[in-house]
């Protein structure tokens, strides 16, 4: 009888001992690895997150009485918040995409994601790596094959045409 007490407290505190795991510990450990690779689609994922953990966290400080009215409330908040940490689901990016984003940007603005760079000395090789990775993700590896090979294509065309003007140039002097 007392392991099944203990079974029933684990169960009836499962949102207790679960949501500091799942809204803290692991978001926090996985966008310190993301601040430590160098793609930003892993940073991008943990932004998202956070700001979305903000909002989370500010609706119920300012409707905390009302939330006291439902009991359920710490389970879905536990379900909520598992959608949009799993990187299976991508809840964080289809929320924000979907419901927040359109409330902070107008389409005066455009893109919130796309932060060009200045151009200097200190660039870092790997703006292009990133770039592909995007490429990748909004497109598919077909598309960037694709656009390799055109590129391939246009270069050749355009050394055949500079190796024939150069000849016709030097037939004509």
């Known amino acids: 009888m007392g392991s ?45 997150y956070w700001v979305l953990y903000s909002l989370i966290t500010l609706f119920e400080l300012t409707f905390a009485k009302v939330i006291e009215w439902f009991p359920f409330w710490p389970f879905a908040r536990l379900i909520f918040t598992c959608w949009l940490v799993l990187p299976y689901f991508s809840g964080a990016a289809y929320v924000y995409k979907h419901f927040v984003r359109p409330c902070f940007v107008n389409s005066q603005t455009g893109n919130i994601w796309y932060v060009p760079r200045e151009k200097d000395a200190f660039n870092r090789p790997d703006d292009v790596l990133v770039s592909a990775e995007k490429f990748i993700e909004e497109n598919g590896p077909e598309a960037l094959e694709k656009l390799i090979g055109k590129a391939g294509k246009e270069m050749k065309s355009k050394r055949t045409s500079t190796r024939t003007s150069t000849r016709t140039y030097d037939e004509d002097h």
């Open 4 to 48: 099944g007490s203990f079974l029933k407290v684990l169960v009836q505190n499962f949102d207790v001992l679960a949501g500091p795991l799942v809204t803290l510990v692991y978001p926090l450990y996985a966008s310190v690895r993301a601040i430590e690779t160098k793609s930003s689609l892993d940073d991008q994922q943990w932004l998202t």
